[in-house]
């Protein structure tokens, strides 16, 4: 490998790396359910975040996202999408601070809803389209006319292990008996922030002129 294309790598590893590890939607969700639920729960969302996030990479290769980057009707329909999604979501936990005190989750648990946590990670990713345009912004550090024939595979290869790394990570640190019970013992305080955030950030999104 060429060292002007390793650094290339180099560099979208990083970007990706640093754009994951960032306090966002994403990671508050996982963090509530790694908290509230256990850690399988928390590891099948994360898991569908980064299928999500994978997903918008093939199509920013593809050049599909940057069409739709080119059309601002497109755009507005994924971020009224995704702001409306993350109002729903605020609410949701805006109700489980107000719900009374809850017996802790049983072991089963977790199973029964890891399909229905997975493709809310999955959605959290494709109503968002901040990640439509960072995957563009990736792919365009990555790719070039020059670059080798293994050098998407590389990016989406190398970015699916730092993102189940990452989301991966905060679904195990957040459900360590230490964070869940720090959740037992400030329920309320802890979904009302994720309520909050998640309001936000759906506020933020659907009045952002991205």
């Known amino acids: 490998m060429a060292p002007e294309h390793l650094y290339q790598l180099l560099l979208v590893y990083a970007t990706y790396l640093i754009a994951t590890a960032s306090p966002g939607p994403s990671n508050m969700a996982i963090m509530g359910v790694a908290m509230s639920q256990g850690r399988a729960s928390a590891l099948a969302l994360a898991l569908g975040v980064t299928t999500g996030s994978l997903f918008w990479a093939v199509l920013a290769a593809t050049g599909v996202s940057a069409i739709l980057a080119s ?23 805006a109700r ?28 959290l990713h494709l109503t968002n389209p901040k990640a439509v345009l960072a995957w563009i912004a990736i792919m365009s550090l990555g ?31 957040f ?10 013992r400030s329920r309320r305080w802890i979904e009302g922030i994720l309520s909050a955030a998640f309001a936000y950030a759906g506020i933020r999104l659907l009045l952002s002129k991205t």
């Open 175 to 184: 459900s360590t008996p230490l964070m869940v019970r720090a959740y037992q």
């Open 143 to 173: 790719l070039r006319a020059d670059s080798p024939s293994y050098t998407f595979p590389a990016i989406v290869m190398g970015c699916a292990v730092l993102g189940l790394f990452v989301f991966g990570g905060y679904a195990v640190v």
């Open 71 to 93: 059309y601002a009707e497109a755009l507005f329909i994924i971020k009224v999408a995704g702001g409306l999604y993350l109002l729903y979501l605020a609410c949701k936990a």
């Open 96 to 123: 489980s601070a107000l719900a009374p005190r809850r017996p802790a989750p049983e072991a089963g648990g977790a199973t029964a809803n890891a399909w229905q946590l997975y493709r809310r990670g999955v959605l």
